[in-house]
């Protein structure tokens, strides 16, 4: 379905994360209102694999997402994208780079309601000015299976076709990592098997990375890692999960009361 990648280079990236935290605190507040949302994180995210990030709410999921993600500055503490640190970039490096290097899904889709699906999906290349791949352009159209949806509105399309668009415009331009933030919070049931696949097919298929944030076990199931946080701190970790295996360590987490 996607591009063939030359397998020699495929292993030699592997071999390096796509993105790393090293020693990442976040501190929102002061005085009274202070709340520390990360407490020291140290993780590597490997290139071309799926990682899930669960852990209850108010746990730090997000903000480590942000961070990485360069969407948010950490107080303390190093990340990486690929070998790039994101510290003492300035902002329109940063922009940049995010632009160039990372995809985004969200969990509210956040497509632009004026454009076609078409013109969502290929509007992070058209604001750095680049022409799409046909090729990887065409693979990701019928990847995402929205052919015959192109041209139609966001309002014109139901919750999981959006968030297929939403994938796809985060794919399109090739990046290092795509992070997706609890992209199946306002799914169906079918439309968020639908979208897993469609991620796990991008990693499987076309070698991207993919973090993904999630509270659902059987979300969580489709990667090849899961992190569990507690209180901003990376507290377990389940390789080859399955959803009774990720609930398993969940309800440890929730008894230990980490
Ligand atoms: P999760 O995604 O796991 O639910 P978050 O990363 O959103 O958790 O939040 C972690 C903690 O940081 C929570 O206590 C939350 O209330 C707090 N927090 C998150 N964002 C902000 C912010 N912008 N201002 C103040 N506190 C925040
Ligand atoms: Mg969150």
């Not at 990360?38 to 993780?43: F, P």
């Not at 944030?213 to 489709?222: D, I, L, R």
Request: aromatic share 6%; with cysteine.
């Amino acid at each position: 379905m996607w591009p063939a990648a030359d397998s020699g280079i495929v292993d030699a990236v592997q071999k390096r994360p796509a993105a790393r935290a090293r020693s990442l605190t976040k501190v929102y507040g002061e005085g009274d209102s202070r709340v520390v949302a990360l407490a020291g994180v140290d993780v590597d995210f490997h290139s071309g694999r799926f990682t899930a990030i669960m852990g209850p709410s108010g746990s730090g999921k997000s903000t480590l997402m942000h961070c990485v993600a360069g969407l948010d500055e950490p107080t303390s503490g190093e990340v990486f994208l690929g070998d790039a640190a994101l510290s003492g970039m300035a902002d329109n490096e940063l922009t940049a780079l995010r632009r160039d290097r990372v995809g985004f899904v969200f969990q509210a889709f956040n497509l632009l309601p004026t454009l076609t699906a078409w013109e969502n999906i290929t509007l992070p290349l058209d604001l750095a000015g680049r022409a799409p791949d046909e090729e990887l352009a065409a693979a990701i159209v019928a990847a995402v299976g929205l052919r015959d949806r192109l041209h139609h509105r966001p309002a014109q399309l139901s919750g999981g076709q959006q968030q297929r668009v939403a994938c796809a415009r985060a794919l399109i331009t090739n990046p290092d990592v795509v992070f997706a933030d609890e992209p199946t919070g306002a799914l169906d049931s079918k439309s968020s098997a639908d979208l897993l696949e469609l991620l796990r097919a991008s990693v499987d298929e076309f070698g991207r990375t993919v973090v993904m944030v999630t509270h659902e076990p059987a979300a969580a199931a489709y990667a090849d890692r899961v992190l569990f946080l507690a209180d901003g701190r990376l507290v377990d970790e389940l390789t080859a999960p399955t959803a009774d295996g990720v609930l398993d360590r969940m309800k440890h987490l929730e008894r230990a009361g980490v």
